[in-house]
């Protein structure tokens, strides 16, 4: 079985300036690895997830992340935040022999002007 | 494109009371979820289905039943509600459940009271 930690459960951040969201995973197979971006009051929406190739993505509204398969890291960074960028942040594993798919706890951005 | 649709969107049920939360994709997709969502938990797996006639457990089944009723379909039931059971649920779905994305509904906030 797979699980997923953030290690941030809240990250407050003046606009304009970068932010990264931290998260690790376990799992004894091969993984798939996503971030999902939760707006007030609504669903989740994907930002961008890692299947296989390069371990640097790019997802929407700017945001990118690199898995580190040494580290089983899948952080999440933006270099300039803005104000709609303030909602609930999930990071999420899929295991390469699996169906299940595991959320991380989230991680609360606020973006402050 | 209705993607994928919860109803109802809110509810409020007595102790004891049952009911059950329907959940449609559009998509055709095989794979369906359903995950609750409790502040600081992240979402949390319930029942998931792989393909259309089969159903497993995931993280929190305790209380729940589901039905897969046809590929487009899966409901969530609450046969005794509890306390314990208020919360925001969410429907997902996935084309075939390993390394795609997944689509959400917008949640059914359910307060047992």
């Known amino acids: 079985a797979q699980s997923v930690t953030q290690l941030d459960s809240q990250v407050p951040v003046f606009e304009e300036a970068p932010v990264e969201l931290r998260c690790n995973y376990s799992?004894?197979?091969?993984?798939?690895l996503f971030w999902y971006v939760q707006y007030p009051n609504q669903g989740l929406q994907l930002l961008l997830k890692?299947?296989?190739?390069?371990?640097l993505v790019k997802g929407i509204n700017g945001f990118e992340a690199e898995f580190n398969k040494s580290q089983t890291s899948f952080h999440l960074r933006k270099p300039s935040v803005h104000i709609s960028d303030t909602a609930e942040y999930f990071c999420?594993?899929?295991?390469?022999?699996?169906?299940?798919?595991?959320f991380g706890a989230g991680t609360t951005v606020t973006v402050r002007a | 494109n209705a993607g994928v649709t919860q109803t109802p969107k809110f509810q409020v049920l007595k102790t004891g009371q049952s009911m059950t939360l329907q959940c449609a994709q559009d998509?055709?997709?095989?794979?369906m979820y359903w995950y609750r969502q409790d502040p600081g938990m992240g979402l949390r797996l319930i029942y998931y289905?792989?393909?259309?006639?089969?159903?497993d457990k995931g993280e929190v089944p305790n209380g729940y039943n589901v039905s897969r009723l046809n590929k487009r379909e899966f409901s969530l039931r609450l046969e005794s509600a509890a306390p314990s059971q208020t919360s925001v649920y969410f429907c997902?779905?996935?084309?075939?459940?390993?390394?795609?994305?997944?689509?959400f509904g917008q949640g059914t906030r359910l307060t047992v009271v």
């Open positions: 997902a779905s996935t084309p075939d459940g390993v390394g795609t994305e997944a689509f």
């Open positions: 799992s004894s197979v091969s993984v798939y």
């Open positions: 890692y299947l296989s190739g390069s371990t």
């Open positions: 999420a594993v899929i295991s390469s022999n699996d169906y299940k798919l595991s």
């Open positions: 998509m055709n997709h095989n794979s």
């Open positions: 289905s792989a393909s259309e006639g089969t159903t």
